[in-house]
């Protein structure tokens, strides 16, 4: 089990902690090197990783192919990476993936509010459903615009939430929405919206 204190220190201050709490009981792990695989509904059982070293190399040896799921709050992998070798242990760090993954979920379970038009245990559990399986109403959850926070919900942000890191940095890539995504190919996704058409001349 988690300990409380870690997760009211690390967890993101723009959802509320017992929402976080309840998240990581569900749908995380009891250990930060946790690395969990999937392929359409194979699950991949590779030597368990016996350092934070370890785990990056399996990480980056399955990002791109499979469906990769890490630390305490199965963070997925590949969200917001365009190349794997900018993962980095920071990623298998608790209280770092105790950050990042308590935004992600925050966001996640602010589009499944808003969209459901109520609080509660009902969303929360589409929330936790939404998170395990990259969709939400047909579309990949992560990669959708944070609606912003819920009616008189301050502790909801309006910013999306940091990804993937190196050297525990945040990274500047942002993932472009996506179109009919295949949640169990989970391939790397490069973001094209920062290019621009060169004028002529």
């Not at 059982?45 to 040896?61: G, W």
């Not at 799921?69 to 070798?85: E, F, K, L, N």
Request: one cysteine or more.
């Amino acid at each position: 089990m988690i300990d409380a204190a870690l997760i009211h220190q690390c967890a993101d201050p723009q959802i509320e902690i017992a929402i976080v709490e309840r998240f990581i009981v569900e749908a995380g792990s009891d250990n930060p090197l946790s690395v969990t695989i999937t392929a359409g509904d194979r699950v991949i059982l590779p030597e368990p990783p016996r350092n934070a070293d370890d785990a990056v190399r399996l990480i980056q040896r399955f990002i791109g192919q499979a469906t990769v799921r890490v630390g305490v709050t199965q963070y997925p992998a590949g969200y917001g990476v365009s190349d794997a070798t900018k993962i980095s242990t920071g990623l298998v760090d608790a209280c770092e993936n105790i950050r990042m993954g308590s935004a992600l979920f925050g966001k996640v379970y602010r589009i499944v509010a808003h969209a459901r038009g109520e609080d509660g245990q009902g969303v929360f559990r589409e929330a936790i459903a939404a998170w395990r399986t990259g969709m939400f109403q047909g579309a990949y959850v992560f990669g959708q615009a944070d609606p912003g926070p819920l009616s008189g919900d301050e502790n909801s942000s309006t910013e999306d939430p940091p990804e993937a890191t190196l050297d525990s940095e945040p990274d500047s890539t942002t993932l472009a929405p996506e179109q009919n995504h295949d949640p169990h190919a989970a391939g790397i996704r490069v973001d094209l919206s920062t290019l621009k058409e060169q004028d002529g001349p």
